[in-house]
Protein backbone atom coordinates (compact mmCIF):
# COMPACT_ATOMS: atom_id res chain seq x y z
CA UNK A 1 0.00 0.00 0.00
CA UNK A 2 1.64 3.37 -0.87
CA UNK A 3 2.80 5.63 2.01
CA UNK A 4 0.18 8.40 3.23
CA UNK A 5 2.90 11.22 2.19
CA UNK A 6 3.19 10.04 -1.10
CA UNK A 7 0.92 12.21 -4.03
CA UNK A 8 -0.97 10.66 -6.58
CA UNK A 9 1.08 9.63 -9.58
CA UNK A 10 4.15 9.49 -7.30
CA UNK A 11 7.50 9.19 -9.20
CA UNK A 12 10.82 7.42 -7.91
CA UNK A 13 13.02 9.73 -10.52
CA UNK A 14 14.30 13.28 -10.26
CA UNK A 15 11.88 16.47 -10.99
CA UNK A 16 14.36 17.92 -12.79
CA UNK A 17 13.51 15.70 -15.52
CA UNK A 18 9.76 16.54 -16.19
CA UNK A 19 11.60 19.26 -17.98
CA UNK A 20 14.96 17.47 -19.09
CA UNK A 21 15.45 14.31 -19.05
CA UNK A 22 18.60 13.39 -20.26
CA UNK A 23 17.88 12.33 -24.15
CA UNK A 24 19.18 9.01 -25.50
CA UNK A 25 21.86 9.43 -28.35
CA UNK A 26 23.54 6.82 -30.48
CA UNK A 27 26.19 4.51 -28.73
CA UNK A 28 27.84 3.48 -31.70
CA UNK A 29 31.45 3.47 -30.37
CA UNK A 30 34.42 4.39 -32.81
CA UNK A 31 37.54 2.75 -32.99
CA UNK A 32 39.54 5.63 -32.20
CA UNK A 33 39.85 8.80 -30.91
CA UNK A 34 42.71 11.54 -29.75
CA UNK A 35 40.62 11.66 -26.79
CA UNK A 36 38.43 9.88 -25.01
CA UNK A 37 36.80 11.27 -21.73
CA UNK A 38 34.79 8.45 -19.96
CA UNK A 39 31.90 10.23 -17.85
CA UNK A 40 29.29 12.22 -19.44
CA UNK A 41 28.61 14.67 -16.08
CA UNK A 42 29.51 18.40 -15.79
CA UNK A 43 33.27 17.53 -15.29
CA UNK A 44 33.70 15.29 -18.63
CA UNK A 45 31.29 18.23 -20.92
CA UNK A 46 32.99 20.95 -19.55
CA UNK A 47 36.34 19.16 -20.48
CA UNK A 48 34.98 18.34 -24.09
CA UNK A 49 34.19 21.73 -24.62
CA UNK A 50 37.28 22.79 -23.78
CA UNK A 51 39.54 20.65 -25.64
CA UNK A 52 37.08 20.85 -28.66
CA UNK A 53 38.15 24.67 -28.53
CA UNK A 54 41.92 24.29 -28.45
CA UNK A 55 41.22 21.89 -30.94
CA UNK A 56 41.68 18.49 -29.95
CA UNK A 57 38.97 16.00 -31.01
CA UNK A 58 37.31 14.28 -28.11
CA UNK A 59 34.50 11.33 -27.52
CA UNK A 60 32.61 11.06 -24.14
CA UNK A 61 31.83 8.03 -22.99
CA UNK A 62 29.28 7.61 -20.62
CA UNK A 63 27.89 3.66 -18.75
CA UNK A 64 24.13 5.19 -18.98
CA UNK A 65 22.80 8.16 -20.79
CA UNK A 66 24.88 12.04 -21.16
CA UNK A 67 23.98 14.22 -17.91
CA UNK A 68 22.12 10.70 -16.46
CA UNK A 69 23.96 10.80 -12.97
CA UNK A 70 24.78 13.17 -10.41
CA UNK A 71 24.63 16.12 -13.01
CA UNK A 72 20.65 15.94 -13.39
CA UNK A 73 19.89 14.65 -10.39
CA UNK A 74 21.42 17.43 -7.33
CA UNK A 75 19.87 20.03 -6.24
CA UNK A 76 20.62 22.67 -8.21
CA UNK A 77 22.49 24.81 -6.01
CA UNK A 78 25.74 26.65 -7.28
CA UNK A 79 28.40 27.56 -4.65
CA UNK A 80 32.07 29.27 -4.74
CA UNK A 81 33.68 26.57 -3.36
CA UNK A 82 32.81 27.60 -0.04
CA UNK A 83 33.30 23.53 1.46
CA UNK A 84 36.67 24.24 0.16
CA UNK A 85 37.27 27.13 2.54
CA UNK A 86 36.50 25.73 5.55
CA UNK A 87 39.13 22.78 4.93
CA UNK A 88 41.64 23.06 7.62
CA UNK A 89 43.46 23.78 4.55
CA UNK A 90 46.16 26.32 6.86
CA UNK A 91 46.94 23.49 8.66
CA UNK A 92 47.45 20.61 6.19
CA UNK A 93 49.26 23.15 3.84
CA UNK A 94 50.84 26.19 5.23
CA UNK A 95 49.11 29.95 4.72
CA UNK A 96 50.47 30.51 1.40
CA UNK A 97 48.99 26.94 -0.68
CA UNK A 98 45.54 27.40 1.32
CA UNK A 99 45.28 31.23 0.14
CA UNK A 100 46.05 29.70 -3.37
CA UNK A 101 43.33 26.89 -3.18
CA UNK A 102 40.83 28.73 -1.42
CA UNK A 103 41.26 31.41 -4.45
CA UNK A 104 41.07 28.87 -6.80
CA UNK A 105 37.70 27.00 -5.50
CA UNK A 106 36.36 30.15 -5.15
CA UNK A 107 36.90 31.11 -8.95
CA UNK A 108 34.37 28.09 -10.18
CA UNK A 109 31.02 30.36 -9.62
CA UNK A 110 32.35 33.14 -12.06
CA UNK A 111 33.86 30.51 -14.34
CA UNK A 112 30.32 29.04 -14.29
CA UNK A 113 27.97 32.32 -14.76
CA UNK A 114 30.42 33.05 -17.82
CA UNK A 115 30.03 29.55 -19.22
CA UNK A 116 26.14 29.80 -18.90
CA UNK A 117 26.08 33.25 -20.40
CA UNK A 118 28.93 32.88 -23.51
CA UNK A 119 27.26 29.40 -24.34
CA UNK A 120 23.45 30.85 -24.06
CA UNK A 121 22.53 27.92 -21.86
CA UNK A 122 19.22 28.44 -20.76
CA UNK A 123 18.83 26.63 -17.29
CA UNK A 124 17.12 29.32 -15.05
CA UNK A 125 20.67 30.42 -13.34
CA UNK A 126 20.33 33.60 -10.73
CA UNK A 127 22.61 34.58 -8.53
CA UNK A 128 20.32 33.82 -5.06
CA UNK A 129 22.78 33.81 -2.46
CA UNK A 130 22.37 31.56 0.06
CA UNK A 131 21.15 31.20 3.95
CA UNK A 132 23.56 28.94 5.87
CA UNK A 133 21.53 27.77 8.79
CA UNK A 134 23.29 27.22 12.15
CA UNK A 135 21.90 23.86 14.10
CA UNK A 136 23.16 25.09 17.44
CA UNK A 137 24.43 27.87 19.30
CA UNK A 138 28.27 27.02 18.73
CA UNK A 139 27.84 25.93 15.24
CA UNK A 140 26.18 30.09 15.01
CA UNK A 141 29.55 31.21 17.07
CA UNK A 142 31.90 29.12 14.41
CA UNK A 143 30.19 30.25 11.36
CA UNK A 144 31.19 34.03 12.91
CA UNK A 145 34.46 33.28 13.47
CA UNK A 146 34.73 32.48 9.26
CA UNK A 147 32.33 35.23 8.45
CA UNK A 148 35.37 37.70 7.29
CA UNK A 149 37.74 35.26 5.36
CA UNK A 150 34.79 34.16 3.38
CA UNK A 151 33.99 37.34 2.16
CA UNK A 152 37.45 37.85 1.66
CA UNK A 153 37.93 34.79 -0.56
CA UNK A 154 34.65 35.00 -2.55
CA UNK A 155 34.73 39.31 -2.69
CA UNK A 156 31.06 38.66 -1.91
CA UNK A 157 29.27 40.18 1.22
CA UNK A 158 29.05 37.92 4.02
CA UNK A 159 27.11 38.83 6.83
CA UNK A 160 25.66 36.86 10.12
CA UNK A 161 22.23 36.67 10.86
CA UNK A 162 20.60 36.26 14.46
CA UNK A 163 18.03 34.16 15.09
CA UNK A 164 15.70 36.90 15.97
CA UNK A 165 15.96 37.57 12.68
CA UNK A 166 15.83 34.49 11.00
CA UNK A 167 12.60 34.70 9.65
CA UNK A 168 14.52 37.43 7.02
CA UNK A 169 15.82 34.80 5.26
CA UNK A 170 14.00 31.49 6.63
CA UNK A 171 10.26 31.71 7.69
CA UNK A 172 11.37 29.14 10.34
CA UNK A 173 12.21 28.91 14.02
CA UNK A 174 13.94 25.74 14.26
CA UNK A 175 17.46 26.94 13.78
CA UNK A 176 20.13 29.29 15.69
CA UNK A 177 20.32 32.15 13.28
CA UNK A 178 22.95 31.56 10.39
CA UNK A 179 25.28 32.84 7.69
CA UNK A 180 24.21 35.28 4.13
CA UNK A 181 26.68 34.66 1.49
CA UNK A 182 26.41 36.40 -1.59
CA UNK A 183 28.38 34.00 -3.18
CA UNK A 184 25.87 30.86 -4.26
CA UNK A 185 24.08 30.65 -7.27
CA UNK A 186 20.75 28.31 -8.03
CA UNK A 187 19.91 26.40 -11.66
CA UNK A 188 17.73 23.39 -13.27
CA UNK A 189 20.71 21.22 -13.18
CA UNK A 190 18.60 18.41 -15.77
CA UNK A 191 18.39 21.88 -18.34
CA UNK A 192 22.22 22.84 -17.67
CA UNK A 193 23.38 19.02 -17.98
CA UNK A 194 21.71 19.56 -21.26
CA UNK A 195 23.07 22.62 -22.23
CA UNK A 196 26.44 22.10 -21.91
CA UNK A 197 25.96 18.65 -23.38
CA UNK A 198 24.49 20.28 -27.00
CA UNK A 199 27.61 23.05 -26.56
CA UNK A 200 30.21 20.64 -26.73
CA UNK A 201 28.11 19.24 -29.04
CA UNK A 202 28.27 22.25 -30.90
CA UNK A 203 31.71 22.75 -30.71
CA UNK A 204 32.44 19.41 -32.54
CA UNK A 205 33.02 16.62 -29.98
CA UNK A 206 31.25 13.36 -30.12
CA UNK A 207 28.99 12.28 -27.15
CA UNK A 208 28.27 8.28 -26.81
CA UNK A 209 25.53 6.35 -24.21
CA UNK A 210 25.50 3.56 -23.28
CA UNK A 211 29.05 2.38 -23.10
CA UNK A 212 30.57 0.93 -19.87
CA UNK A 213 34.60 0.86 -20.05
CA UNK A 214 35.68 -1.90 -17.58
CA UNK A 215 39.29 -0.81 -18.26
CA UNK A 216 42.07 1.28 -19.30
CA UNK A 217 45.78 -0.08 -20.88
CA UNK A 218 48.76 1.85 -22.19
CA UNK A 219 49.67 0.29 -25.31
CA UNK A 220 52.53 2.30 -27.28
CA UNK A 221 52.28 6.05 -27.15
CA UNK A 222 48.58 6.12 -26.11
CA UNK A 223 45.74 3.61 -24.80
CA UNK A 224 43.62 0.93 -25.20
CA UNK A 225 40.13 1.45 -23.39
CA UNK A 226 37.78 -1.78 -23.27
CA UNK A 227 33.64 -1.38 -22.67
CA UNK A 228 31.14 -3.73 -22.82
CA UNK A 229 30.53 -2.83 -26.75
CA UNK A 230 33.97 -3.33 -27.63
CA UNK A 231 37.89 -1.52 -27.82
CA UNK A 232 38.32 2.10 -28.59
CA UNK A 233 41.78 3.18 -28.83
CA UNK A 234 43.05 6.59 -28.20
CA UNK A 235 45.76 9.25 -27.39
CA UNK A 236 45.07 10.42 -24.27
CA UNK A 237 42.57 9.20 -21.48
CA UNK A 238 40.36 11.74 -19.20
CA UNK A 239 38.18 10.14 -15.87
CA UNK A 240 35.56 11.99 -14.63
CA UNK A 241 33.63 9.34 -12.74
CA UNK A 242 33.29 11.09 -9.80
CA UNK A 243 30.72 9.06 -7.54
CA UNK A 244 30.34 6.98 -9.99
CA UNK A 245 33.76 5.72 -10.39
CA UNK A 246 33.46 2.18 -8.51
CA UNK A 247 30.91 -0.89 -10.52
CA UNK A 248 30.81 -4.28 -10.36
CA UNK A 249 30.00 -3.96 -13.81
CA UNK A 250 33.09 -2.51 -15.03
CA UNK A 251 35.46 0.32 -13.15
CA UNK A 252 37.46 2.31 -16.18
CA UNK A 253 40.57 3.61 -13.25
CA UNK A 254 40.48 1.55 -9.62
CA UNK A 255 43.25 3.73 -8.49
CA UNK A 256 40.89 6.73 -9.00
CA UNK A 257 37.93 4.62 -7.50
CA UNK A 258 40.09 3.91 -4.34
CA UNK A 259 40.14 7.56 -3.45
CA UNK A 260 36.82 8.69 -3.71
CA UNK A 261 34.04 7.73 -0.65
CA UNK A 262 30.26 7.80 -2.97
CA UNK A 263 27.56 8.93 -0.43
CA UNK A 264 23.83 8.40 -1.86
CA UNK A 265 22.03 11.63 -1.46
CA UNK A 266 18.62 12.05 -1.71
CA UNK A 267 15.72 14.58 -2.49
CA UNK A 268 12.09 14.82 -2.62
CA UNK A 269 10.13 17.16 -4.32
CA UNK A 270 6.70 18.61 -2.53
CA UNK A 271 3.49 18.91 -4.67
CA UNK A 272 3.02 22.46 -5.95
CA UNK A 273 2.29 24.70 -2.64
CA UNK A 274 2.02 28.20 -4.67
CA UNK A 275 4.35 31.48 -4.88
CA UNK A 276 2.83 33.23 -1.61
CA UNK A 277 3.79 30.05 0.53
CA UNK A 278 6.99 29.74 -1.09
CA UNK A 279 8.22 33.49 -0.28
CA UNK A 280 7.17 33.38 2.82
CA UNK A 281 9.01 30.41 3.50
CA UNK A 282 12.31 30.95 1.74
CA UNK A 283 12.27 35.13 1.41
CA UNK A 284 14.47 36.30 -1.32
CA UNK A 285 14.26 32.28 -2.28
CA UNK A 286 18.26 31.48 -1.30
CA UNK A 287 19.45 28.30 -1.19
CA UNK A 288 19.37 26.85 2.28
CA UNK A 289 21.75 24.50 3.90
CA UNK A 290 22.22 24.02 7.77
CA UNK A 291 25.23 22.97 9.51
CA UNK A 292 24.31 19.33 10.53
CA UNK A 293 27.04 16.27 10.10
CA UNK A 294 23.65 14.60 8.20
CA UNK A 295 23.31 18.23 6.85
CA UNK A 296 20.01 18.88 4.82
CA UNK A 297 19.65 21.24 1.67
CA UNK A 298 16.59 22.81 0.13
CA UNK A 299 15.59 25.24 -1.93
CA UNK A 300 12.09 26.36 -3.72
CA UNK A 301 11.86 24.98 -7.47
CA UNK A 302 13.05 27.57 -10.10
CA UNK A 303 9.22 28.25 -10.88
CA UNK A 304 8.44 29.14 -7.29
CA UNK A 305 5.55 26.76 -7.05
CA UNK A 306 7.25 23.86 -4.95
CA UNK A 307 10.23 23.01 -2.82
CA UNK A 308 13.00 20.30 -3.25
CA UNK A 309 14.36 18.81 0.18
CA UNK A 310 17.64 16.67 0.39
CA UNK A 311 19.46 15.09 2.62
CA UNK A 312 21.42 11.95 4.02
CA UNK A 313 18.26 10.04 4.68
CA UNK A 314 19.90 7.05 4.77
CA UNK A 315 23.30 5.74 5.09
CA UNK A 316 22.44 2.39 4.32
CA UNK A 317 21.24 0.64 0.76
CA UNK A 318 17.69 2.47 0.39
CA UNK A 319 15.36 3.20 -2.32
CA UNK A 320 14.36 7.07 -2.93
CA UNK A 321 10.67 6.08 -2.01
CA UNK A 322 11.97 4.45 1.37
CA UNK A 323 13.49 7.17 2.18
CA UNK A 324 10.86 10.03 1.51
CA UNK A 325 8.85 10.13 4.68
CA UNK A 326 11.93 10.70 6.49
CA UNK A 327 12.83 13.88 4.14
CA UNK A 328 9.45 14.72 4.73
CA UNK A 329 9.91 14.44 8.66
CA UNK A 330 12.96 16.68 8.31
CA UNK A 331 11.21 19.45 6.54
CA UNK A 332 8.27 19.46 8.91
CA UNK A 333 10.37 19.55 11.44
CA UNK A 334 11.74 22.78 9.83
CA UNK A 335 8.08 23.70 8.59
CA UNK A 336 5.11 22.46 10.68
CA UNK A 337 2.71 23.84 8.47
CA UNK A 338 3.90 21.74 5.52
CA UNK A 339 2.47 18.17 7.64
CA UNK A 340 -0.04 17.21 5.25
CA UNK A 341 2.21 18.25 2.12
CA UNK A 342 2.74 15.49 -0.18
CA UNK A 343 5.80 14.27 -1.96
CA UNK A 344 5.69 13.85 -5.91
CA UNK A 345 9.15 12.68 -6.78
CA UNK A 346 11.86 11.07 -4.94
CA UNK A 347 15.36 10.58 -5.93
CA UNK A 348 18.62 9.62 -5.11
CA UNK A 349 22.44 9.58 -6.90
CA UNK A 350 25.69 9.27 -5.42
CA UNK A 351 28.48 12.37 -4.56
CA UNK A 352 31.51 11.73 -4.22
CA UNK A 353 33.96 12.47 -1.08
CA UNK A 354 37.60 12.40 -0.74
CA UNK A 355 39.76 11.74 2.41
CA UNK A 356 41.18 15.17 2.53
CA UNK A 357 37.78 16.82 1.55
CA UNK A 358 39.56 18.28 -1.19
CA UNK A 359 38.57 18.09 -5.38
CA UNK A 360 41.84 16.89 -7.18
CA UNK A 361 42.59 16.87 -10.77
CA UNK A 362 45.89 15.05 -11.98
CA UNK A 363 47.26 12.88 -13.73
CA UNK A 364 48.08 8.80 -12.89
CA UNK A 365 49.90 6.22 -15.11
CA UNK A 366 49.29 8.86 -18.16
CA UNK A 367 45.66 9.01 -17.14
CA UNK A 368 43.88 12.06 -16.68
CA UNK A 369 41.48 12.43 -14.09
CA UNK A 370 39.43 15.07 -12.79
CA UNK A 371 37.14 14.18 -9.04
CA UNK A 372 35.76 14.48 -5.51
CA UNK A 373 33.78 17.74 -4.65
CA UNK A 374 32.33 16.82 -1.30
CA UNK A 375 29.03 17.17 -2.84
CA UNK A 376 29.11 20.56 -4.14
CA UNK A 377 29.85 20.25 -7.88
CA UNK A 378 27.66 21.83 -10.03
CA UNK A 379 30.37 24.65 -10.48
CA UNK A 380 33.11 23.23 -9.32
CA UNK A 381 32.84 19.98 -11.51
CA UNK A 382 32.12 22.30 -14.34
CA UNK A 383 35.57 24.18 -13.49
CA UNK A 384 37.80 21.12 -12.68
CA UNK A 385 37.07 19.83 -16.02
CA UNK A 386 37.85 23.12 -17.93
CA UNK A 387 41.18 23.07 -16.00
CA UNK A 388 42.06 19.30 -16.39
CA UNK A 389 41.36 19.98 -20.19
CA UNK A 390 43.89 22.77 -20.40
CA UNK A 391 46.40 20.27 -18.34
CA UNK A 392 45.86 17.63 -20.68
CA UNK A 393 46.00 19.83 -23.84
CA UNK A 394 49.52 21.85 -22.62
CA UNK A 395 47.54 25.01 -22.47
CA UNK A 396 47.63 25.87 -19.11
CA UNK A 397 48.88 28.94 -18.34
CA UNK A 398 49.31 28.89 -14.73
CA UNK A 399 49.73 26.04 -12.15
CA UNK A 400 45.75 25.05 -11.31
CA UNK A 401 46.14 24.88 -7.41
CA UNK A 402 44.09 21.86 -7.01
CA UNK A 403 46.61 19.96 -9.18
CA UNK A 404 48.66 17.35 -8.36
CA UNK A 405 48.27 17.64 -4.84
CA UNK A 406 48.55 14.22 -2.84
CA UNK A 407 45.28 12.43 -3.27
CA UNK A 408 45.06 9.96 -0.23
CA UNK A 409 43.31 6.53 0.54
CA UNK A 410 42.91 4.39 3.66
CA UNK A 411 44.52 0.33 3.51
CA UNK A 412 42.64 -2.19 2.15
CA UNK A 413 39.89 0.59 1.07
CA UNK A 414 38.93 -0.18 -2.84
CA UNK A 415 36.18 1.80 -3.29
CA UNK A 416 32.95 0.82 -1.70
CA UNK A 417 32.14 2.46 1.83
CA UNK A 418 29.28 0.72 2.53
CA UNK A 419 29.95 -1.72 5.46
CA UNK A 420 31.34 1.47 7.44
CA UNK A 421 28.57 4.09 6.44
CA UNK A 422 25.97 3.03 9.16
CA UNK A 423 28.36 3.31 11.81
CA UNK A 424 30.36 6.75 10.86
CA UNK A 425 26.56 7.92 9.98
CA UNK A 426 24.77 6.75 13.97
CA UNK A 427 28.04 8.43 15.35
CA UNK A 428 26.88 12.10 13.32
CA UNK A 429 23.48 11.78 14.37
CA UNK A 430 24.94 11.30 17.82
CA UNK A 431 26.86 14.19 17.40
CA UNK A 432 24.40 16.34 16.02
CA UNK A 433 21.92 15.07 19.12
CA UNK A 434 24.63 16.47 21.64
CA UNK A 435 25.74 19.53 19.94
CA UNK A 436 21.65 20.30 19.31
CA UNK A 437 20.75 19.71 23.46
CA UNK A 438 23.89 21.94 24.43
CA UNK A 439 22.81 24.89 22.71
Not at 89 to 109: M, P, V, W
Not at 121 to 135: N, T
Not at 185 to 191: A, D, E, I, V, Y
Not at 368 to 377: D, P
Request: aromatic share 8%.
Amino acid sequence: MPHPLLAPGFKTRPWWWEAAEPPQRDNTLPDRAPVVVVGGGYAGLSAALTLQRLGRQVVVLDAERIGWGASSRNGGMVSGGLKVAGAGLEKAFGAEQARAITGTAAASLPFIEETIAREGIDCDYVRCGRFSAAWSRGHYEAMARRAESLAEITGLPVSMLPKERQREALGSDHYHGGMLVAATGSLHPGKYARGLAAAAERAGARLVDGVRVQGIREEGSGFRISTDKGEIRSDAVLVTTNGYSLDRRGTAMPWLARRLVPLNSYIIATEELGEPVIDRLFPGRRMISDSKRVLNYFRPSPDGKRILWGGRASFRAATAEDTAPALHGYMTACFPELKDVKITHAWTGYVAFTFDHLPHIGVERGIHYAAGCQGSGVAMATWLGHNVALKLAGAANQRFALDGLPFPTRPFYAGNPNWVLPFIGGWYRLRDRIDRIAA
